[in-house]
């Protein structure tokens, strides 16, 4: 596990980066996922409207 240590004046923060990437990934995936559900109703949505 790799961490980063983070001080600033009296305190001290300890960053978990392989956290960081999963959730990271995570929300690049639910993006997709929500960009995906997007153009499919914009295409429905054109279909009802011809």
């Known amino acids: 596990m790799k961490t980063k ?3 600033d004046g009296n305190d001290v923060y300890e960053i978990d980066e392989e956290c960081l990437r999963c959730k990271e ?3 690049q995936e639910k993006e997709q996922r929500n960009k995906k559900q997007g153009n499919e109703t ?3 949505n054109q279909a009802v409207n011809r």
Request: glycine letters at 0%; a positive charge; proline letters at 0%.
């Open 42 to 44: 914009l295409i429905k």
């Open 25 to 27: 990934k995570a929300r």
């Open 5 to 7: 240590l983070i001080i």
